[in-house]
């Protein structure tokens, strides 16, 4: 079964810091998509990024980058330089492709979460 | 383009009565659609999966009779908490997998939030 482990309940820093969540996963798949999202105090969820199993590739947007790597099961967020507008609950998570997905991916499997407070 | 709502956005109900919300693709349609269900300040836990006109698949633990989920066009699961209990007071979200486009990109509605008295 899959797992997916944000071991920082709560972070809190200074505005323009720079800040790192920390996500890693167990799958016993070798095809898997990893996900991360924003969760603001509205409760909406926010898409952020899915990368899939094969694509170890580091991504860069804005502000926002991720490391992705496999040898630690590991997908890592970082904001730098980060603003009040960033405090959320962020989840990174973890899907499956199976054949009860229909050939496509399963439903998704949530870490804990982690709770960012970014103070003026 | 890739919208999901869900209604009603807030449900605030006795003890013992039933409960409807619906997801709805506005802009797309949706072979698979997911439940989620999140208390507060908690992760958010998949419930069941539902592929349009077939019964939907139940993960460990979630009562198929208590948490009954329709999905019977390519835009519209619904999930109804019957017989709904205080314990049931949770924050309900809804995705749908596009039956196009990226395996696996899934769209998550804006979430029901369930208060029951």
């Known amino acids: 079964a899959q797992k997916v482990t944000q071991a920082q309940t709560e972070i809190s820093v200074v505005e323009k810091e720079d800040v790192t969540l920390d996500c890693v996963y167990e799958t016993r798949d070798t095809t898997y998509y990893l996900f991360w999202y924003k969760q603001p105090p509205s409760g909406e969820l926010v898409f952020l990024i899915r990368r899939n199993s094969f694509d170890e590739q580091n991504e860069i947007s804005g502000r926002y980058s991720w490391n992705f790597q496999k040898s630690t099961s590991s997908f890592n967020f970082t904001i730098t330089a980060s603003q009040v507008v960033d405090s959320a609950v962020y989840f990174c998570?973890?899907?499956?492709?199976?054949?009860?997905?229909?050939?496509?991916?399963?439903?998704?499997?949530f870490g804990k979460g982690t709770h960012l407070i970014i103070q003026p | 383009g890739a919208v999901v709502s869900q209604h009603p956005s807030r449900v605030i109900c006795k003890s013992g009565t039933s409960v409807k919300i619906e997801c709805r693709s506005l802009?797309?349609?949706?072979?698979?659609m997911f439940w989620y269900r999140q208390f507060p300040k908690k992760s958010l836990m998949l419930m069941a999966t539902s592929n349009e006109g077939s019964k939907a698949t139940y993960e460990q633990g979630v009562e198929k009779d208590k948490f009954l989920i329709n999905h019977a066009s390519l835009t519209l699961s619904t999930l109804t908490v019957t017989s709904a209990h205080p314990e049931d007071s949770s924050f309900y979200i809804c995705s749908a997998r596009s039956r196009d486009g990226v395996v696996n990109e899934q769209f998550f509605g804006p979430g029901t939030r369930l208060t029951v008295l």
């Open positions: 802009d797309f349609q949706a072979t698979t």
């Open positions: 998570a973890l899907s499956e492709a199976s054949i009860r997905g229909g050939g496509g991916a399963d439903g998704l499997t």
